[in-house]
């Protein structure tokens, strides 16, 4: 049963360290997509790739985030430095958009839970 | 943008009993509209979705009805059991043959199943 791996699950770290998030989409699809979701917004959307190259980051606070695709098995977000508002609930998706299909089903990886103290 | 409400927040049926959640958008040009599932600790599973050029759509206790006169569609579980019991997430999308795919969510509803 393919899915989206995301590891870590937990990360707990100190408000001004790096932290790194990975992504592993389903072998096959074209689209990644990163989402956050909190209490207070529900699910956002942070960033989105589409055949490995950045199409929408407008949700994304550029000042300390970056969404990368170092190929097309790895999908990586990393926040520099973190702060505690950043501690929220960070999900991978993928999904495989066809010229005959404009909107896929997105698959989620079960998330990592950042907390920054 | 883009913006979806989803009622009731909160939702708490008897086991065997039928459960409704509501969505609105605003955006007309929107035309995917998939229902998410999730459990906790778990990340938000597709249950159904319905595409724009379709009323309604069914998958054995679960149905989707879609109204874009009114931009509105609806997630009908019935026979509701014990293991319905989860948040579900609406969500709506324009996608664009430039690749453009952006689903913005409902703020979810917390269904309960009563045994």
């Known amino acids: 049963d393919a899915r989206v791996t995301q590891t870590p699950r937990h990360k707990v770290t100190e408000m001004g360290q790096e932290v790194t998030m990975r992504c592993q989409p389903i072998l096959g699809h074209n689209t990644v997509f990163w989402y956050r979701q909190t209490m207070m917004q529900g699910l956002e959307l942070l960033a989105y790739?589409?055949?490995?190259?950045?199409?929408?980051d407008s949700g994304m606070p550029k000042d300390r985030f970056s969404a990368e695709m170092p190929d097309a098995t790895l999908a990586t977000l990393k926040i520099q430095p973190s702060e505690p508002r950043d501690s929220a609930v960070y999900f991978c998706?993928?999904?495989?958009?066809?010229?005959?299909?404009?909107?896929?089903?997105?698959?989620f990886g079960n998330g990592t839970r950042l907390t920054v103290t | 943008g883009e913006n979806v409400e989803q009622h009731p927040s909160t939702l708490s049926v008897q086991e065997g009993d039928s459960a409704v959640i509501k969505c609105t958008y605003s955006d007309s040009a929107s035309n995917y509209f998939p229902w998410y599932k999730q459990e906790l600790g778990k990340g938000p599973q597709l249950i159904i979705d319905?595409?724009?050029?379709?009323g309604e759509k069914k998958d054995q206790r679960i149905a989707v009805t879609l109204n874009k006169t009114a931009k509105h569609f609806s997630l009908h579980i019935t026979e509701t059991q014990p293991e319905d019991s989860a948040v579900y997430f609406c969500a709506a999308s324009r996608g664009t043959n430039q690749g453009a795919q952006k689903l913005v969510f409902g703020q979810g509803t917390r269904l309960t199943i009563n045994p």
């Open positions: 319905i595409r724009s050029n379709v």
């Open positions: 790739f589409r055949n490995r190259a950045p199409l929408d």
């Open positions: 998706a993928s999904g495989s958009l066809t010229v005959s299909s404009y909107n896929s089903p997105l698959h």
